[in-house]
């Protein structure tokens, strides 16, 4: 019962899930993260994190997905299918950085 107790949500495509062994912590540095960039002149909204590595790079994700350890450096909750995409140095088909950011 406690695994649906929280909501998980993925950083890179904004899917909701209860499980964590469905998603892969993903540090803030990892330099996979740099296929989640976008250009900011598209962008109608601000889509700061409030992670300045992030935001100095125009590296669009769901602020939801952010795990923040009391004492760590924060990282990302990441879901498996969009950590492959990243994992083969390619922008994951349904992260929010693909133009899926128009639907919001």
Same mark, same amino acid.
């Not at 296929?35 to 590296?59: A, E, Y």
């Not at 929010?96 to 128009?102: D, E, P, S």
């Given at each position: ?16 899930? !209860?499980?964590v *062994?469905?998603?892969?912590? &993903?540090? &803030? ?5 740099? !296929?989640?960039?976008?250009?900011? %002149?598209? &962008?109608?909204? *601000? ?8 935001? *100095? ?8 997905g952010?795990?923040?350890? %009391?004492?760590?450096?924060?990282s990302?909750?990441?879901?498996? %299918? ?18 899926? !950011?128009?639907?919001?």
């Amino acid at each position: 019962m406690t695994d649906f107790t929280k909501n998980l949500m993925c950083a890179s495509c904004g899917c909701i899930d !209860h499980h964590v *062994d469905k998603f892969e912590k &993903v540090s &803030v540095a990892d330099p996979s993260l740099h !296929h989640l960039h976008v250009d900011p %002149s598209i &962008v109608p909204f *601000d889509f700061s994190s409030g992670i300045s590595l992030l935001d *100095d790079l125009n590296i669009m994700i769901d602020p939801v997905g952010i795990d923040r350890p %009391s004492a760590d450096i924060p990282s990302l909750l990441v879901c498996r %299918s969009c950590q492959r995409s990243l994992e083969k140095g390619v922008q994951p088909p349904e992260s929010l950085a693909n133009f899926r !950011h128009h639907g919001l």
